[in-house]
């Protein structure tokens, strides 16, 4: 039995001692795989040259990112190459590095306009020609860990739209909180299903992914607001064409 297959199991069991076997099923049935990244070498196999924190690896000639002259904070490098066939449901391109940045205090709005894309942004290099680039010294510049990853089974957050379709009971929160107290680590994870602080960030259409999930984490000293997670979020038209430039980002926290 799979590592995957494992845990669909664990969650079924689990689900089904305190909803039972029909409704477990169901809930089971909107699972979703990712890849569940750690900074633990034991958690998972390496995944390339993927690691928070350190230096961007940018195409030649790209300036760092910046918002009203302010840098923004380079967060991850992810290597599509070790990730993309760990998690086939998300289609990722099999080839590149993509470099996650991210800035605090700035406006989410509606549109482009408002600035809905200005706190974060997601810049893709091939790792062939991609130039090591070190933050200026105007931003942090956060501890570099090298990123180890597994594939991982997610089913949807108790408070979740799809659950709107699904009409299940409240004494499915009671399985959550179980399911909740066995998870120990910080959830990052890149597809699948987020793990939710309040309220739902994915629509019923099935058109905007889940790109990556980083939560507050004590070992990479990162605390989004109140122990927060931030969600970089994308359409699948643009994840298909590999247009980066569209990733939004939403934050939240308790």
């Not at 659950?163 to 107290?181: F, N, P, Q, R, W």
Request: proline share 6%.
């Amino acid at each position: 039995m799979s590592g995957t297959e494992q845990q669909r199991e664990r969650v079924r069991q689990t689900l089904t001692e305190h909803v039972g076997a029909a409704e477990a099923e169901r809930i089971t049935a909107l699972a979703a795989t990712s890849v569940a990244l750690s900074t633990h070498s034991e958690a998972g196999a390496p995944l390339g040259v993927s690691r928070f924190g350190g230096d961007a690896l940018l195409p030649p000639d790209t300036t760092w990112p910046e918002h009203e002259s302010r840098a923004l904070e380079l967060l991850a490098v992810l290597d599509l190459t070790a990730l993309a066939p760990l998690n086939p449901e998300l289609p990722l391109p099999h080839h590149g590095v993509l470099n996650l940045f991210y800035i605090e205090n700035l406006r989410s709005g509606d549109s482009v306009a408002a600035g809905e894309y200005e706190s974060c942004r997601v810049v893709r290099a091939d790792p062939e020609t991609a130039v090591r680039s070190t933050p200026p010294r105007s931003v942090q510049r956060h501890r570099e860990r090298a990123l180890y990853g597994r594939e991982s089974f997610t089913i949807p957050d108790f408070e979740d739209v799809v659950y709107e379709l699904t009409d299940l009971s409240d004494t499915t929160a009671e399985a959550y909180d179980v399911l909740d107290d066995a998870e120990t680590e910080p959830r990052h994870r890149i597809g699948g299903w987020p793990k939710l602080v309040q309220n739902p960030v994915l629509d019923d259409s099935g058109e905007v992914h889940l790109l990556a999930q980083l939560d507050s984490d004590d070992r990479m000293d990162w605390c989004w607001g109140d122990s927060g997670s931030l969600y970089f979020l994308i359409e699948e038209q643009a994840l298909k064409a590999g247009d980066f430039s569209r990733v939004r980002l939403e934050m939240q926290c308790c």
